[in-house]
């Protein structure tokens, strides 16, 4: 439960603070923590007990001096109450945590750029998909189980860093990686 919430526009001046106030978390931006993350000031804080919870943007990428500073990392692209809640109550128990769609993120290939590639089996069933096939319709026009459409449709879902079939497809599109047919299909034929 959060009993208070203070803003302070630096690191720095949250840790001032630190010692005023019964701080536990400090929610924070890759921002302030860049090159010129103030040692002095993350360690006060770690003095303190006040644990770090770091957001981090689309366009950011984790470095690994951030890692000993905090406790916790957060896709700010992706970020709600839920996510923000789980994130809280993890770094404060004193577990490291990273969300879900972060370490997808990470883990996942290169920002699902350019150099993305799907196999022409998971290619396959991306087309039926964005046809708006279900997976038991794409199964049968493949001729393999439903099962194995699922398991094809979570690599496709992993490698596109996408929540859902409608924007794996969406991203399939910006990346070149469905034919010109593909993107022919009447309006409202996404999958949901």
């Known amino acids: 439960m959060v009993s208070a919430v203070f803003s302070h526009t630096t690191v720095a001046g949250a840790a001032e603070a630190a010692s005023a106030h019964a701080l536990d978390v400090l929610v924070t931006t890759t921002a302030e923590l860049d090159e010129t993350v103030d040692v002095s000031a993350t360690q006060h804080l770690r003095g303190c007990g006040v644990r770090l919870l770091v957001l981090v943007g689309a366009a950011d990428r984790v470095q690994r001096k951030w890692v000993s500073h905090a406790q916790g990392f957060v896709d700010r692209s992706a970020l709600h109450l839920d996510v923000l809640q789980e994130a809280v109550i993890d770094v404060v128990a004193g577990r490291f945590h990273v969300s879900a769609s972060l370490a997808r993120r990470l ?67 910006e990346l070149g990686l469905l034919g010109q047919d593909s993107q022919a299909q009447p309006a409202g034929q996404l999958p949901l």
């Not at 319709?137 to 459409?149: C, F, M, P």
């Not at 398991?151 to 399939?172: D, E």
């Open 107 to 173: 883990l996942g290939p290169a920002d699902s750029g350019p150099g993305t590639t799907l196999t022409a089996r998971e290619l396959q069933v991306l087309r039926l998909v964005s046809e708006g096939k279900s997976n038991k319709q794409a199964a049968r026009g493949l001729g393999i189980s439903e099962n194995g459409v699922k398991r094809l449709m979570g690599n496709i879902l992993a490698k596109l860093n996408s929540p859902n079939r409608t924007l794996a497809v969406v991203r399939a599109l």
